[in-house]
């Protein structure tokens, strides 16, 4: 997921980072259970 692959390098120097990751794994979370799959 790109907004993962944006933030996860800057966590450790922003921590507010880590919760935009958060959000990102569940967003990741949803489009796997909620979306149908090719």
Not at 8 to 19: E, K, L, S
Not at 27 to 37: D, K, M, R, T
């Amino acid at each position: 997921m790109l907004v993962r692959a944006v933030l996860g390098p800057h966590d450790r120097v922003h921590p507010q980072h880590r919760f935009a990751r958060l959000v990102s794994e569940v967003l990741a979370n949803f489009e796997v259970f909620f979306l149908p799959q090719p």
